[in-house]
């Protein structure tokens, strides 16, 4: 579950308390950790990479986790320009170079300014990852037009004008990857719009990948589970995170760096072979 700087209203209960209830935040945070500390950079040295929605959650930890492969990276943000610079510092902190750049997805012109920004700043792009994305969870009934009007033109039109962009743009042997959900599988109750949204974005990397035919770019669709991430936390109270991680065969939510980590994968040369795929990072719930 992804986010452009975009939430739902807060459920009753505070973030701290839910994982507090469920008391799985501590033992996930640490095995996460220590598989991030022993990365080194690698296959990403003079390449470029841009990555829509990044000032927090998955897609801070994608940014982090590219930048530690070599990868120069574009921090895209919409409203929360303080932390995307924060995710800079802590790549530039690391060795590392990144710049911040506010656009909005939903708007084509901004998206190509976004490309444009990068580009100026690194000569091109290598690796596009088209994470920006917003929840709106509620029955069909009761949603209103303004919500799925939001979730079309940040969900839909987004991943669409960043991906078109990146087909234009990335060069030859690279990597486009965009976020669905594991909701557009699961399919629950109340997740109807959301989950065609998401949907959308593996028909987009499927049919993409065969219109790049030649050019070596592989472009793949990620469906993460639950994650540990505000996005999540704040839509789902403590009775909804605990079944999530008994229904999960590893026992816990996923975290940020676990998404990266899979999305580092795919952007090696060892990931090369996995093309027009979508790949549920949800570590076994469905």
Not at 4 to 13: G, R, T, V, W
Not at 170 to 196: E, F, M, Q
Not at 270 to 275: F, H, P, Q
């Amino acid at each position: 579950m992804t986010d452009q700087d975009e939430l739902q209203p807060p459920a009753s209960m505070s973030r701290r308390g839910l994982l507090g209830a469920v008391a799985i935040a501590p033992l996930a945070a640490g095995v996460v950790a220590g598989t991030a500390s022993a990365q080194t950079a690698g296959g990403g040295a003079g390449k470029a990479a841009i990555v829509t929605g990044s000032s927090r959650g998955i897609g801070a930890a994608v940014a982090k986790r590219l930048a530690r492969e070599g990868y120069t990276v574009t921090v895209n943000f919409v409203v929360n320009g303080d932390l995307a610079n924060a995710v800079v510092r802590d790549i530039e902190s690391a060795g590392g170079k990144a710049i911040a750049v506010q656009a909005d997805v939903s708007d084509p012109d901004e998206v190509r300014r976004l490309f444009d920004e990068n580009d100026q700043a690194f000569g091109g792009v290598d690796v596009v990852v088209a994470n920006a994305g917003i929840i709106r969870q509620t029955p069909m009934s009761d949603m209103t037009d303004e919500n799925f009007n939001r979730l079309i033109d940040v969900n839909m039109k987004g991943g669409f004008y960043t991906m078109r962009e990146a087909a234009r743009r990335v060069r030859n042997n690279g990597r486009i990857i965009t976020l669905s959900s594991t909701v557009a599988h699961a399919r629950l109750p109340a997740t109807g719009p959301y989950g065609a949204t998401k949907a959308a974005q593996e028909i987009y990397a499927n049919v993409l990948a065969k219109e790049l035919a030649g050019r070596m770019i592989s472009v793949n669709a990620i469906a993460p589970g639950p994650v540990n991430t505000t996005l999540f936390t704040d839509l789902n109270n403590a009775q909804a995170i605990a079944g999530f991680v008994q229904r999960t065969p590893h026992g816990r939510l996923g975290e940020p760096d676990d998404i990266a980590n899979v999305i580092a994968a795919l952007c090696s040369s060892d990931g090369m072979w996995v093309n027009g795929q979508t790949i549920l990072a949800n570590g076994g719930l469905i």
